[in-house]
Nanobody, 128 residues
Framework: VQLQASGGGLVQAGGSLRLSCAAI????????MAWFRQAPGKEREFVAV????????HYVDSVKGRFTISRDNVKNTVYLHMNRLKSEDTAVYYC??????????????????????WGQGTLVTVSS
């Protein structure tokens, strides 16, 4: 299984980016998919999670109202639409998948150790 993340880059504060993460090797339709980020010198931080159907989402408070997570189960891909970017959003962004279709609580999905597969990361740099 391989997760290929893309879409990172350099953007000015207030701008937008869309990250993509494609799962290759098997289908993950129905499995929770998430985005985390890690800024220099900081621990990996939960950003957002989407349920297997795409109907339920949960975000860290700092991105609510600015970021939107979505998924396309036909393309086996999860997206992170980022608007009104701030300098503090600068980080390497990682996608992750939980290899289970069982019901989960939001608090579980916020822990990096809960996930089974990780992408390689894509760098987002926001200039102020």
């Amino acid at each position: 299984v391989q997760l290929q993340a893309s879409g990172g880059g350099l953007v000015q504060a207030g701008g937008s980016l869309r990250l993509s993460c494609a799962a290759i090797g098997r289908t993950f339709s129905g499995y929770p998919m998430a985005w985390f980020r890690q800024a220099p010198g900081k621990e990996r931080e939960f950003v957002a999670v989407v349920s297997g159907s795409g109907s339920l989402t949960h975000y860290v408070d700092s991105v609510k109202g600015r970021f939107t997570i979505s998924r396309d189960n036909v393309k086996n891909t999860v997206y992170l639409h980022m608007n009104r970017l701030k300098s503090e959003d600068t980080a390497v962004y990682y996608c992750a998948i939980k290899d289970s279709r069982a019901w989960f609580a939001a608090v579980q999905a916020m822990a990096a150790r809960w996930y089974d597969y990780w992408g390689q990361g894509t760098l987002v740099t926001v200039s102020s």
